[in-house]
């Protein structure tokens, strides 16, 4: 165990590092996309809901047992339910972020890449066929992936090195208010396009006959995804927040901007997709088969303009993915460094490795080991199910049982009203303990065990 360690400067810095995890390849390519098809303004209230009912409560399920210990997950578990099979649970948390880095990292290096790309060639001119056949052709072949993804985890690598301070804390505080900037910059050129107002129509005009059962389980599935839950990540990043700091603020203000970010990327992405003829998308095409297209069209006549907006775009991508791939790498890092008395530089260089290989595997998918299937998946698309669907929804699952049940009311009481000084955290306290007790594992339940019939 360490004597000291490292807390986060202040509410700011608590709030950029969550957002800066909860940020990310999700509320740029899966948000915008599936508003438009679950009923725009229909289906965004329905994800305001489930963000602050659902995935808010879980949230703060974990920011609970992460504070109230100051461990990592599976000290955590051992500190609040000793010699129980808990433990077993803490490092679950420990094993799936490291399999999300993994493939996460691939997708991050393609992003390299296209930043790269954007710097020294231009898409000007070019046919849409042409740009998805350029982007087909990267992600199959063997090199480029693999390099891409080695810098991406490499950075990442490098800012953990740096500790919760000096590194996460620290790129995060100076990155997260440079995106939000950037996205705006983004939405202000995108709007101004001709034609772009039906991508406005897109995403806002309330439809509820697309509101259906699948929409529904699409918002709340993605809220949760979104807010990076169910394995580790918000409880690790809240066991260095201070013992003085509102949980609830910091929680709602981690959703409020993940929220906002979501709909912003939206009228950044939508209105521009419209401007340009084309149908939405989501998934890794729209990134980087239909936006590069757009850059493409609209450069034929401003190509100044095109190459800049380009530029600005992949490095939004990659700054918004780096930000979250580091929150995945810390709740491993922590583990080994607290519960295996490694350094952080040890610790780091040991998952980096871990994580390496893996991804590797996730990016040979794409081309030469693309026939190998797991369960009629790729590696790739593997990784992806068996977190996404499984790993995060039975994680959070059990951390909501685990507040809800096996830790005593009055602990968690402490731990979100200080000790009962905070007076709007008491006023709301039995409702949110309602939610984290039985609404919540009710309603995650449901989930995965839909996805596991599915
Ligand atoms: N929230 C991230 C995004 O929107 C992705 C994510 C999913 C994640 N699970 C996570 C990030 C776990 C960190 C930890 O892109």
Same mark, same amino acid.
Not at 123 to 126: H, L, P
Not at 205 to 212: A, G, Q
């Given at each position: 165990m360490q004597a000291s360690r490292e807390t986060f400067g202040n509410r700011f810095a608590v709030v950029m590092a969550m957002a800066g995890s909860a940020i990310g390849l999700g509320n740029i390519w899966r948000f915008p996309y599936i508003v438009g098809e679950g009923g725009g303004a229909a289906f965004i209230i329905v994800y305001l809901f489930s963000s602050f009912f659902l995935s808010l409560p879980i949230l703060l399920s974990e920011a609970v047992i992460g504070r109230r210990t100051g461990a990592n997950t599976y000290g955590a578990m051992e500190k609040l339910a000793? *010699?129980?099979?808990?433990k077993w649970m803490g490092l679950l948390t420990v094993i799936s972020p490291l399999i999300i880095l993994s493939y996460y990292s691939v997708v991050g290096g393609w992003s390299v890449d296209f930043f790269a790309k954007s710097l020294t060639i231009s898409?000007?001119?070019?046919s849409g066929e042409q740009v998805s056949s350029l982007f087909g052709r990267f992600i199959s072949s063997v090199w480029g992936p693999l390099a891409c993804h080695t810098v991406f985890l490499g950075l990442t690598a490098l800012i953990v090195v740096? *500790?919760?301070?000096?590194g996460i804390e620290k790129f995060s505080k100076i990155t997260m208010p440079v995106l939000f900037f950037l996205i705006l910059l983004m939405v202000a050129y995108s709007l101004s396009l001709p034609g772009s107002k039906a991508g406005v129509d897109y995403l806002l005009?309330?439809?509820?006959?697309?509101?259906?059962a699948h929409a529904v389980a699409s918002a709340m599935g993605q809220s949760f995804f979104s807010l990076s839950l169910g394995v580790g990540t918000m409880l690790t990043y809240s066991s260095y927040v201070n013992k003085q700091e509102n949980l609830i603020y910091t929680g709602v203000g981690t959703a409020i901007f993940d929220l906002l970010f979501a709909l912003i990327a939206g009228f950044a992405v939508m209105p521009a997709v419209f401007a340009v003829g084309l149908e939405p998308a989501g998934g890794p095409g729209l990134v980087f088969s239909t936006l590069p297209y757009i850059f493409a069209q609209i450069g034929i006549s401003a190509p100044w303009l095109s190459g800049i907006v380009s530029i600005l775009f992949f490095l939004s991508i990659l700054v918004a993915a780096l930000t979250s791939s580091i929150s995945m790498l810390e709740v491993g890092v922590a583990f080994l460094m607290e519960e295996k008395g490694l350094s952080r530089k040890k610790a780091t260089s040991l998952l980096f490795l871990a994580a390496w290989l893996l991804g590797c595997l996730c990016s040979l998918s794409f081309g030469p080991?693309?026939?190998?299937?797991l369960l009629g998946n790729t590696i790739f698309e593997f990784c992806d199910k068996l977190t996404s669907n499984f790993l995060m929804t039975f994680g959070g699952l059990l951390f909501t049982v685990f507040v809800g049940w096996k830790m005593k009311k009055s602990e968690v009481y402490d731990e979100l009203t200080n000790g009962g000084t905070l007076r709007p955290n008491v006023r709301c306290f039995g409702v949110l303990y309602f939610i984290i007790r039985y609404l919540a594992p009710a309603v995650i339940g449901i989930i995965f065990v839909t996805n596991l019939l599915g």
């Open positions: 000793p *010699g129980t099979g808990w898409f000007i001119g070019e740096g *500790g919760v301070k000096g005009r309330p439809d509820f006959s697309k509101l259906d080991l693309s026939e190998v299937k």
